[in-house]
């Protein structure tokens, strides 16, 4: 059974208590998107599938790799048909997003089916043996408009952590997924942050991405949105108050050139 945790019209909180949640299923975060990841308790580092459904068409962002795609395929294939699934986002090429996209597409069968990315990305994507057509985003003004007029904005975040790295804003919901960004590591995961999540950013950031000038930059341009949660790739959802206390937090968070001085600093992260 799909778990709520939206929000009710009248803007009244219907929270569901995280230690309420259960990890095994589809959990909706706002209406119409939905965690589709993979917890495994012994893990520090876990990736965030989503789902968007929109009226006929279904967008998956950020799907898996072969190892938890299985997982991630029966909770994709409890809440929609394969057929209606009509994108899928990559907003880079790691194989943690991108090495379970041939079997997905299998699944799929719809030859209709567009493979979302950047045209930098998309000469890696290739590798992985894809079959579908590639919708690049900077060849289509940074934007997908879905058939129901919902728009998703897509905005590059330069070197982070790949030089042709995208992010994808939703409008019609107001959350950026924001892939590698925002990510965290912790074996202590929750499906949303709470105070104390900036830690595990560090130890995530410090290690992947190139440098706090880049990062600062890729701040400054998410800052005019109006971003109601943010949906990272890896660690977890953040909203409420933790929106500007993890941008504020990244905006000074020194990383990658900026440390450099020892492998120590850059990837003692790395669990035993
Ligand atoms: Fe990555
Ligand atoms: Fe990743």
Redesign the pocket.
Same mark, same amino acid.
């Given at each position: 059974m799909v778990k709520k945790t939206g929000k009710k019209k009248s803007g009244m909180s219907m929270a569901v208590k995280e230690e309420k949640l259960d990890y095994n299923e589809p959990i909706e975060i706002s209406e119409g998107i939905y965690w589709l990841g993979f917890y495994d308790k012994n893990a520090a580092f876990h /990736?965030n599938p989503y789902i968007i459904k929109d009226g006929d068409e279904v967008v998956i962002i $950020?799907p898996a790799g072969i190892t938890e795609y299985p997982q991630v395929a029966s909770k994709i294939f409890s809440m929609v048909n394969p057929s209606q699934i009509t994108h899928i986002v990559l907003h *880079?090429q $790691?194989p =943690?997003?991108c090495a379970a996209v041939p079997m997905l597409e299998n699944a799929i069968e719809n030859k209709s089916l567009k493979l979302v990315t950047h045209s930098r990305a998309s000469v890696l994507i290739h590798y992985y043996g894809v079959k579908s057509d590639f919708y690049l985003v900077d060849k289509n003004n940074y934007t997908l408009t879905l058939k129901s007029g919902r728009r998703l904005k897509f905005m590059t975040t330069p070197f982070m952590h790949f030089p042709a790295a995208i992010v994808t804003y939703d409008e019609t919901s107001k959350i950026l997924f924001s /892939? =590698?960004i925002f990510?965290g590591l912790s074996k202590d995961w929750k499906l949303y942050a709470t105070e104390g999540y900036q830690e595990q950013m560090a130890a995530f950031h410090r290690g992947y991405m190139p440098s706090n000038k880049f990062l600062r930059s890729f701040i400054e341009k998410i800052k005019p949105l109006n971003i109601e949660m943010i949906l990272p790739? *890896?660690g977890s959802i953040i909203k409420g108050d933790m929106v500007s206390k993890c941008m504020n937090f990244l905006k000074s968070l020194k990383c990658g050139i900026d440390l450099a001085s020892s492998d120590k600093e850059l990837y003692g992260w790395i669990p035993k």
């Open positions: /990736s $950020d *880079h $790691d =943690d997003l /892939s =590698d990510g790739q *890896h």
